[in-house]
């Protein structure tokens, strides 16, 4: 028997590190990372207007969301032997920022009177101020053209405005310090622009005041003019803990301007607004005054934001415009060329606006110059002026009035003109653009900004893009997983398991109403202009602002890539970090766990098929049916009727299947036998315990199987249940006995067979590492059945690949025996 000599008793039990204790754990990790999502989610909700809820409701809140992150952190370092203890510390440290936020407390870092703009998320808006927070955001996280920089924060205007002269000392200095090192990082001193904006625990982000400064030591000036305005006119806001300051440089360029992500007029569907006009106009524009020479343009918020309505202001004709020549009358007063942007620039902006829209959650302004060399760059971010003004407090509501809004607006959309239906709502809202088609591997800056993303599978992965969407839909995702809170998060309308969202052909114009689960052929103005309004109805009530507060220290995801360096337990920042590293490194430790050196799992029962290997299984819980052996034979036999476990019997399906096997002895040449004797030699050096044991750990929704054939190894892991967030496919192959050529050869073979199955595959030597995510029960088991065959199939297969030729022939050879389709991918999360 291969397997003569091994101490099944001694396989894996339930003390801690064994194979039952690691499975079960993994279990418990898994479903309290599914409370801890729900939780998010009806937090979001009530963000959303979904019900009222008062303090108690965010104490509970708190309490719940920071217990189920610890024991996520405690079971995970269970299952690794206390090597995460790092995660512990960001458990306690997100448990202290929550609790401080209900206190009414700045957060941890309240002791700072300046912060550079890397250390600012949103989640300091209170103690940096919205325009430094946000600046930092859109320049960090979502790449659009925002400067570098740092806040002066409301401890270090407090303490300027103060009486304490060292106070005042040490904060000046802090100052000097910080502009000294932007200065560096922007290799030399530069002229500075700084805003003094409302902040603190009740603060709007409205703009106070502005001022510049370009002398010969400028950040002594900086920390003379942040002084003397915290002593000043600001003095009681300031000591009040009411004031910060986003200073940052001050950009130069051939026009300046404003865009409002959200403008009002009533013969217009919902649109945006850009300002445009001269540098030297800066401080009236950016103030809201009207000016004769500044432009006025009405844009779509709907891409490609085509312009609704344009007032161009008066210019003299040796007015300096950009990129434009001598102007020219035309017919009436207008001038040919007159317009400070073209129509591709301002759809440039319309673009960057959404995004910081999405990323501010609500409606804003934006400040912008427009450089010598072309590109925009974000000078400024402030709170949107009045939207819509006839929703004011004293103004009736159409709802309440018992009216139908879409009588209100625009028609509602033909339901003819409904191109799908169904799915679950991941986030409400409405959004609308053309069709992008999105997965693991796309890159965040080839998406088109508001466009409309279509996935297979709501992957953690794809969060990076998220932010850059009007809209999310996939065809496999539920709304209690990590994108569908990180769409929550970025305000994108979002529909998870959505069939038929992929046959959606790129670049269609289509409008989602998520909150319905309905995606409409083309731009439903009525809906975009219902749904602006219900974001212009949302309040800032005490508890709202601290549930936006705790909440951005809950749902962010940071760390999102487990290959990437700075995905380790202590860079988690949030409750959402915390809880998606411990399911990644869960899913590793159970890929990597050795059954051979576990101890504790009792006897293995013999498969009794006609099988082209012998395998052993072991029930770790419901993987295995109650009673006698099915099958005639030797005491304790299984066959295929007596598993459980879904994964493993679908792996055993594909084994079993006539078409994966190969019949005839292996064609080894000399060549071959002389280049296994070593790895012979390495084999009869092993424990007896480990040779040529085949063993398959069966669980109701989880498989482990391990085999051994001859010289080489591989290992396939499974969950497969029924929220598709859960289910993974994993396959590792190594080894051989040809020599290193045909052992490449077969590698490869594998690799580009994986590739075509869905899997995202990598190759190293003869090795080979397939993993699938995100896949709906039924696609994960037809993986197990393909992966079952290919393990059949690919048996003794490296002394056969003479060439590459034939390793391309056998690869056909097994797609073809499959009978699957050329361009054959089962789903998954591309």
Known sequence: MADAGVDIAALGGMEPGGVRFLFRTFKRILALNTQALERMAQMDRALGGGYVFDKAFLDKSVRDICRLTHLVAYHLNGMA?????????ATLAVRDALEDILAGGMGPLAHRRALPFSELGWELE????????????????????????FAVTVTGMAALAGDDPREVGNASDDIVREAGTLFARLGGARPLLFTFVAAGERGTGRVLAEATCGGADIAADVAAETARMARG??????LAGGVAVCVRPNVSGVARGTIQTLAHDPSLPPAMLVVAGPPENWAGLAAGDESPVSDRYWLSRTAPHQPLRTRLGRKDLNAPLPGGGPLSPSRGRMLRGSAWLTPEQSAELAEIGLAAERALDGPCLLSWTLAEAGGFVITGLAPARAAFPELSADAPDADAAGGDPCDAVDACPDPADALLRGGQVACAGVGAGPIARIGESTLPESVPLGSVGVARAAAPSLSRI?????????EVGTAASHLATVARESRVPAVFGLPGATALPAGTMVTVDAEQGVVYRGVAEGLLRQAAMQRAREGAEPEVLVLRRLLRHIRPLNLVDPAAENFRAGNCRTCHDIIHFAHERAVELLVEMDPLKKGGLGAPRRLAEDSPLELRVVDVGGGLTDGPAK??????????????????????????????????PANVGLGDILSGMGRSGRALSTPASGAGLNLALAGRDYANITLRLGYHFSVVDAVVGEKPEQNFLYF?????FAGDDRRARRAGLILRVLERLGFRA??????????????????????????GALSAYTRQLDVEL???ADAERFARGFIEALHLPENFVDGGDE
């Open 81 to 89: 032997g206390e090597t995460l203890t790092p995660l512990y510390d």
């Open 466 to 474: 998220v932010p850059r969407l009007g809209a999310l839909l996939t």
């Open 802 to 804: 003479a060439d590459d």
């Open 762 to 787: 990598m190759r190293k030597g003869d090795l080979v590492v397939g993993k699938r995510r995100m896949l709906e029960a039924e696609d994960a088991l037809t993986g197990m059945r393909l992966l």
């Open 732 to 736: 590792r192959f190594a080894g051989g």
């Open 126 to 149: 209170p103690l940096a101020g919205l325009c430094a927070a946000g600046l930092a955001v859109l320049g960090r996280r979502l790449s659009l053209p925002a400067p570098d920089g």
């Open 233 to 238: 006119r600001l003095c009681a806001e300031a």
């Open 631 to 664: 099958t005639p034979g030797a005491s304790g036999d299984v066959c295929l009727a007596d598993i459980a476990s879904e994964p493993l019997r679908a792996f055993i399906e594909g084994l079993l299947l006539p078409e994966a096997r190969r019949e005839g």
